[in-house]
């Protein structure tokens, strides 16, 4: 996580998170910690929130039956856990995610299994219509606990300059 202090006051300061479009380099990795085990509890609740009534995803029978052998954790989980571990480091300060793309699911995730993550920054450019802000294109991929890499996936963000991001203008 990138955190930085910020003056607000005397002897006081404001923890802020994320980066701003100076702050990214092409070619530069971010290492996403801490990991995440994925418990049955978060594979059924995000399935059933999600109306995905694929029985590979909670039914223990089914899925024992399967080419798995066993409950198969919700590809939408791993997408959403691997973004969200990202969060922090690459995208805190985003106006807005612009969209995914590329998404490849190349090894299956079960419960019990911890993901890791990291981002890789692809391409940065100022925005031609907004002159505060800018966009920047990362890779993320999700890794199990043996190194195994689960999902790929590319995301584009607008990203504030410094001094632009909404947390500069809040005062509370």
């Known amino acids: 996580m990138v955190a930085e ?3 607000v006051g005397k002897g006081r300061y404001r923890e802020s998170y994320g980066r701003y479009l100076e702050d990214f380099s092409v070619g530069d990795v971010y290492e996403h910690r801490p990991g995440r085990t994925i418990t049955e509890s978060d594979n059924t609740w ?18 024992a039956k399967s080419e798995f052998g066993q409950v198969l954790v919700n590809s939408c989980l791993t997408l959403s856990l691997v ?18 793309n590329n998404v490849k699911l190349t090894a299956p995730v079960f419960i019990g299994d911890t993901i890791y993550a990291e981002s890789e920054v692809l391409s ?11 966009i920047v294109n990362i890779r993320s991929i999700g890794k199990k606990q043996d190194g195994t890499v689960v999902i790929s996936f590319e995301r584009a963000m607008l990203i504030p300059k410094r001094g632009h ?6 005062d509370y």
């Open 5 to 7: 202090a910020k003056p």
């Open 46 to 63: 995000f399935t059933l929130l999600t109306m995905n009534q694929h029985p590979l995803h909670f039914d223990k029978e089914y899925g």
């Open 83 to 100: 973004t969200g571990m990202s969060v922090s480091d690459v995208s805190q300060k985003t106006v807005a995610n612009l969209g995914w």
């Open 124 to 134: 940065i450019r100022e925005s031609k219509s907004r002159p505060t802000q800018g």
């Open 165 to 170: 991001a909404v947390d500069d203008a809040i």
